[in-house]
Protein backbone atom coordinates (compact mmCIF):
# COMPACT_ATOMS: atom_id res chain seq x y z
CA UNK A 1 0.00 0.00 0.00
CA UNK A 2 2.23 3.12 -1.22
CA UNK A 3 -0.77 5.80 -0.93
CA UNK A 4 -0.97 7.66 2.06
CA UNK A 5 -4.27 6.02 2.87
CA UNK A 6 -2.15 2.85 2.86
CA UNK A 7 0.23 4.49 5.30
CA UNK A 8 -1.96 5.80 8.26
CA UNK A 9 -3.88 2.16 8.02
CA UNK A 10 -0.96 0.26 8.83
CA UNK A 11 0.11 2.97 10.74
CA UNK A 12 -3.33 2.85 12.89
CA UNK A 13 -3.46 -1.28 13.01
CA UNK A 14 0.28 -1.26 14.49
CA UNK A 15 -0.77 0.96 16.91
CA UNK A 16 -3.65 -0.73 18.25
CA UNK A 17 -1.56 -4.30 18.16
CA UNK A 18 1.08 -2.46 20.21
CA UNK A 19 -1.96 -1.81 23.18
CA UNK A 20 -1.16 -3.33 26.08
CA UNK A 21 -3.42 -4.26 29.20
CA UNK A 22 -2.65 -2.88 32.68
CA UNK A 23 -2.00 -4.79 35.83
CA UNK A 24 -5.37 -3.75 36.65
CA UNK A 25 -7.01 -4.59 33.44
CA UNK A 26 -5.49 -8.14 33.25
CA UNK A 27 -6.73 -8.99 37.48
CA UNK A 28 -10.13 -7.25 35.91
CA UNK A 29 -10.99 -10.05 33.16
CA UNK A 30 -9.67 -12.95 34.88
CA UNK A 31 -12.34 -11.56 37.84
CA UNK A 32 -15.16 -11.19 34.89
CA UNK A 33 -13.96 -14.42 33.53
CA UNK A 34 -13.99 -16.13 37.35
CA UNK A 35 -17.67 -14.39 37.84
CA UNK A 36 -19.06 -15.76 34.75
CA UNK A 37 -18.12 -19.07 35.35
CA UNK A 38 -19.24 -19.02 39.05
CA UNK A 39 -22.57 -17.20 38.13
CA UNK A 40 -23.20 -20.13 34.91
CA UNK A 41 -22.43 -23.04 37.81
CA UNK A 42 -25.27 -21.18 40.43
CA UNK A 43 -27.92 -21.14 37.68
CA UNK A 44 -27.01 -24.65 36.15
CA UNK A 45 -27.51 -26.27 39.97
CA UNK A 46 -30.02 -24.25 40.44
CA UNK A 47 -32.10 -25.28 37.37
CA UNK A 48 -30.66 -29.02 38.41
CA UNK A 49 -32.21 -28.85 41.59
CA UNK A 50 -35.11 -27.73 40.51
CA UNK A 51 -35.71 -29.73 37.78
CA UNK A 52 -38.06 -32.24 39.43
CA UNK A 53 -40.33 -30.15 40.24
CA UNK A 54 -40.79 -29.33 36.44
CA UNK A 55 -43.14 -32.28 36.47
CA UNK A 56 -45.19 -31.75 39.52
CA UNK A 57 -48.79 -32.46 38.99
CA UNK A 58 -50.20 -29.00 40.09
CA UNK A 59 -48.98 -27.70 36.88
CA UNK A 60 -50.44 -30.35 34.78
CA UNK A 61 -47.90 -29.83 32.56
CA UNK A 62 -44.80 -28.57 32.11
CA UNK A 63 -45.94 -26.23 29.64
CA UNK A 64 -48.83 -25.16 31.82
CA UNK A 65 -46.17 -25.23 34.73
CA UNK A 66 -44.04 -22.54 32.87
CA UNK A 67 -46.90 -20.48 31.06
CA UNK A 68 -47.77 -17.41 33.70
CA UNK A 69 -51.00 -16.16 31.95
CA UNK A 70 -52.44 -19.75 32.96
CA UNK A 71 -52.13 -18.90 37.24
Known sequence: M?????????AVTKAGEEEEQTPLQEKLDEFGNLLAKMIGIIC??????????FFDPVHGSV????????A
Not at 2 to 9: F, L, N, R
Not at 44 to 53: E, F, G, R, S
Open 2 to 10: GTEIGIIQA
Open 44 to 53: LLVWVINYKH
Open 63 to 70: VKGSDAQN
